[in-house]
T-cell receptor, first 109, second 120 residues
Framework: QQPVQSPQAVILREGEDAVINCSSS?????VHWYRQKHGEAPIFLMI?????EQKGHDKISASFNEKKQQSSLYLTASQLSYSGTYFC??????????FGQGTRLTINP | GAVVSQHPSWVICKSGTSVKIECRSL??????MFWYRQFPKQSLMLMAT?????????EQGVEKDKFLINHASLTLSTLTVTSAHPEDSSFYIC????????????????FGDGTRLSIL
């Protein structure tokens, strides 16, 4: 069952904040976040393994609400380099990830 | 680092041709690799899980006789698209898991740069 991401697309000015949500209809074992630029490989951002967990790097952080079966990715004071498509991947059992449909983020100067 | 090399980057060929795509983990061993397919502006759709020393596990709806996977060593998996047709045109991406890092869904996947396949 594919997780649902929202919004589908966001356009920001440099320096603005964004939140991307990822929801699942099934219990989540883990949530992964990746960013992909056009024509390139997805780049790993972070994994959240436990309900209530929050982590971040630089100005990108994420939270995992296990009870609500959802995760959110926060981008603070966005930079031009943050542009791309963000995918959440949810661990369904131990053997694979199922990716959301993606959120396209455009940062304008 | 955790570098994954995918080759070729792009290929154009005639309908009916078979095409082989390689996925190599350059600086780590990977018993498990994944093959994804991605259509423009869409998500990564898992095609199969490739395991060194055993048969690949295919997702529902993926023809195992059409998409042949061989995981020949701890650093190499190949995907062969047999008798390719225009509907097989897509972006194919592999990922690899570093050995010894625990459960599959609890560790990062390291992606190759993808192969753009165009069948005329």
């Amino acid at each position: 069952q594919q997780p649902v991401q929202s919004p589908q697309a966001v356009i920001l000015r440099e320096g603005e904040d964004a939140v991307i949500n990822c929801s699942s209809s099934k219990a989540l074992y883990s949530v992964h976040w990746y960013r992909q630029k056009h024509g390139e490989a997805p780049i790993f951002l972070m994994i959240l393994l436990k309900g209530g967990e929050q982590k971040g790097h630089d100005k990108i952080s994420a939270s995992f609400n296990e009870k609500k079966q959802q995760s959110s990715l926060y981008l603070t004071a966005s930079q031009l380099s943050y542009s791309g498509t963000y995918f959440c991947g949810t661990g369904m059992g131990a053997q694979k990830l199922v990716f959301g449909q993606g959120t396209r983020l455009t940062i304008n100067p | 680092g955790a570098v994954v090399s995918q080759h070729p980057s792009w290929v154009i060929c005639k309908s009916g041709t078979s095409v082989k795509i390689e996925c190599r983990s350059l600086d780590f061993q990977a018993t498990t690799m994944f093959w994804y397919r991605q259509f423009p502006k869409q998500s990564l759709m898992l095609m199969a899980t490739s395991n060194e020393g055993s048969k690949a596990t295919y997702e529902q709806g993926v023809e195992k006789d059409k998409f042949l996977i061989n995981h020949a060593s701890l650093t190499l998996s190949t995907l062969t698209v047999t008798s390719a047709h225009p509907e097989d045109s897509s972006f194919y991406i592999c990922s690899a898991l570093r050995d010894g890092q625990g459960e599959i869904s609890n560790q990062p996947q390291h992606f190759g740069d993808g192969t753009r396949l165009s069948i005329l």
